[in-house]
């Protein structure tokens, strides 16, 4: 099937306009993963999705602590289509140098399997001891070194 596209910002990577959502895949907190679904529930969804033409993904470092993302690396091993990921890094107090956003990302990518993702998110307008300007310049390093193509929010207010 072939599902129409959007590019995200200017330039910016070119994704199906519908994204699926992960939170739910490994998290046992909030959505009983292992009890009322499994890994080959969803391995069923992320082939669904792709059979209706959406190939674009969304997850976090959080989501099932890293088993989200651990899913979409195994999932994506067995097909032969190009998949998109978005994912979010989590702006906790404890991560108050830029590097934190290196590291973080070093860490989704290897969870993944990736060398890049489409679009990575701050997860949260809570900055604590990072300022907004450090935020922004971790980010646009990555992007300079080719490991994000887009760099959005999630969770901001429009303020």
């Known amino acids: 099937m072939n599902v129409e596209s959007i590019t995200l910002g200017q330039g910016g990577p070119t994704v ?9 895949w490994g998290d046992k907190l909030f959505w009983n993963y ?5 890994s080959e529930e969803l391995q069923a969804a992320f082939t669904a999705a792709l059979e209706a033409g959406i190939t674009f993904f969304d997850t976090a470092e959080v989501y099932g602590l890293g088993l989200s993302e651990q899913f979409l690396a195994q999932f994506m091993q067995q097909t032969d289509k190009k998949v998109q ?11 108050f140098a830029s590097n934190s956003v290196a590291d973080a990302l070093t860490d ?14 701050v997860h949260w307008s809570f900055l604590f001891f990072m300022s907004q300007e450090t935020l922004m310049n971790a980010l646009a390093d ?7 193509e887009a760099v959005g929010v999630s969770n901001y207010s429009a303020e």
């Open 142 to 148: 990555e992007v300079k070194r080719g490991r994000i």
């Open 34 to 38: 292992g009890s009322d679904y499994s």
């Open 16 to 24: 199906t306009p519908l994204c699926i959502g992960t939170w739910a």
């Open 85 to 95: 990921i978005a994912t979010k890094y989590g702006p906790f107090p404890w991560r």
């Open 108 to 121: 989704s990518l290897k969870r993944l399997q990736v060398e890049r993702v489409s679009l990575y998110q």
